[in-house]
């Protein structure tokens, strides 16, 4: 079995265009609200039935446009691979639920095994079920492996 280590790929989005949405978003919220509350300070209908009529029409408009990838991801049928918990590290915290970093190896049917790294969070109660060299089944949408890293690192590096 051949492991393949390295970066996390480069994000997929757009951070401008994240923050430029994020902005519109509130915005449209913020007009909503406003409309709403004022509407009814004031007495006025229309300027309620506004309100929620932009409010409706923005929700259609991100529904549209994201039909496209929904279809997509609908396209790809979920994959079932072999993870083994290499290792994991919980941080401590006031709450039941805590954040714990997991190491795992992930063997895909079709594909090389591969590493990843990643934080959740995790209720107290079920972090013995997580502990190391247990081996979960993660069901997920195929997606390719990692890059390699430029230089060349020990597969056993911890």
């Known amino acids: 079995m051949t492991?393949?280590?390295?970066?996390?790929p480069p994000p997929t989005q757009n951070r401008s265009v994240m923050l430029a949405r994020g902005f519109f978003t509130g915005g449209v919220t913020g007009v909503f609200?406003?409309?709403?509350?004022?509407g009814i300070v004031l007495g006025s209908v229309p300027l309620i039935v506004g309100g929620a009529f932009l409010l409706a029409v923005y929700v259609?408009?991100?529904?549209?446009?994201?039909?496209?990838?929904r279809a997509g991801e609908a396209a790809v049928p979920p994959c079932l691979a072999l993870a083994t918990i290499e290792s994991r590290e919980a941080v401590v915290g006031e709450a039941s639920d805590v954040p714990v970093r997991f190491d795992l190896t992930v063997?895909?049917?079709?594909?090389?095994a591969y590493r990843v790294e990643f934080t959740q969070d995790i209720n107290v109660a079920y972090l013995p079920?997580?502990?190391?060299?247990?081996?979960?089944?993660?069901?997920g949408r195929r997606s390719p492996p990692p890059a390699p890293p430029r230089r060349s690192r020990s597969p056993c590096r911890r």
């Open 3 to 8: 492991i393949t280590t390295g970066a996390a």
């Open 33 to 38: 609200l406003a409309g709403v509350v004022v």
């Open 60 to 69: 259609l408009i991100r529904y549209l446009a994201g039909m496209p990838r």
């Open 107 to 112: 063997a895909p049917d079709d594909a090389p």
């Open 129 to 139: 079920d997580c502990s190391a060299r247990t081996a979960p089944a993660p069901r």
